[in-house]
C-alpha cells in the first residue's frame, strides 16, 4: 500500500517560497502519477499540479506563473515549491498519487502552511 | 477553465437516500470521480470513472453521469456518512484537474 508524508515549514513570510516534500513509501515513485493539492480552512479542493514519469509537469493554469515541482527518485520523494506567497496561499497542502492519470488514489494527511509576518 | 457545480449542502435521515450532484457542460462525456472528505482528514476516493467503486467502498455508495450532471448517491444513509464530497475531471482544454465546490452531507 502506497503511504505519502508531507513535510516543509509550517509558516512562511509573504513573498517567499514556500516549499514541500512528499515521501513516497510502498510504491515505484518512477511508475505513478504524483500531484499536489491544496485546501484553505473552510473550503474547496485546489489542484496545484503534478509530476509524472519523465519528470513531465502539468500546473493549474492560475498558479503556473509561480509553481515549479520536482521528483528525486534516489530519494523517493517529490517536491513542491511554490513562489511570492501571500495570505491567500496559506492552506493545508496534500500531496497525493494517480495509479493512472485520472483520478487520486492515495493521500498524505496533509500539512498546514500559514502566510504570515 | 471547466466549471463543476455542486449543491452546498444536503440533509438526509439515516437510512434514507442521500443524491449529490455535479453539474458540468456537457459533463456526460467527462470521466467523473467523486471524493469523500471527512473533518481534520484526506479526501477518500470513492467512486472512479463515474460508477466504479475502489476496493472498501461499501455498496451503499454509487455514482451516475448523463447529460449535464453527475450523480453520487448513497443509499441507507448512515451517521459515518457525514462528510465533505467532491467531484473531480480531468479537464482537457487547460490540461489540469478540476474539483467541484464540494457539498456537505449532513445526516439527521
Known amino acids: 500500500q502506497v503511504q505519502l508524508e508531507e513535510s516543509g515549514p509550517g509558516l512562511v513570510k509573504p513573498s517567499e517560497t514556500l516549499s514541500l516534500t512528499c515521501t513516497v513509501s510502498?510504491?515505484?515513485?518512477?511508475?505513478?502519477?504524483w500531484s499536489w493539492i491544496r485546501q484553505p480552512a473552510g473550503k474547496g479542493l485546489e489542484w496545484i499540479g503534478r509530476?509524472?514519469?519523465?519528470?513531465?509537469?502539468n500546473y493549474n493554469p492560475s498558479l503556473k506563473s509561480r509553481v515549479t515541482m520536482s521528483i528525486d527518485t534516489s530519494k523517493n520523494h517529490f517536491s513542491l515549491k511554490l513562489s511570492s506567497v501571500t495570505a491567500a496561499d496559506t492552506a493545508v497542502y496534500y500531496c497525493a498519487g494517480q495509479v493512472v492519470s485520472y483520478y487520486f488514489d492515495y493521500w498524505g494527511q496533509g500539512t498546514l502552511v500559514t502566510v504570515s509576518s | 477553465s471547466y466549471v463543476l457545480t455542486q449543491p452546498p449542502s444536503v440533509s438526509v435521515a439515516p437510512g434514507k437516500t442521500a443524491k449529490i450532484t455535479c453539474g458540468g457542460n456537457i459533463i456526460g462525456s467527462e470521466n467523473i470521480h467523486w471524493y469523500q472528505q471527512k473533518p481534520g482528514q484526506a479526501p477518500v476516493l470513492v467512486i472512479y470513472f463515474d460508477s466504479d467503486r475502489p476496493s472498501g467502498i461499501p455498496e451503499r455508495f454509487s455514482g451516475s453521469n448523463s447529460g449535464n450532471t453527475a450523480t453520487l448517491t448513497i443509499t441507507r444513509v448512515e451517521a459515518g456518512d457525514e462528510a465533505d464530497y467532491y467531484c473531480?475531471?480531468?479537464?482537457?482544454?487547460?490540461?489540469?484537474?478540476?474539483f467541484g465546490t464540494g457539498t456537505k452531507v449532513t445526516v439527521l
Open positions: 509530476i509524472y514519469p519523465r519528470e513531465r509537469t
Open positions: 473531480q475531471v480531468w479537464d482537457t482544454s487547460s490540461d489540469s484537474y478540476v
Open positions: 510502498g510504491g515505484s515513485i518512477s511508475s505513478y502519477y
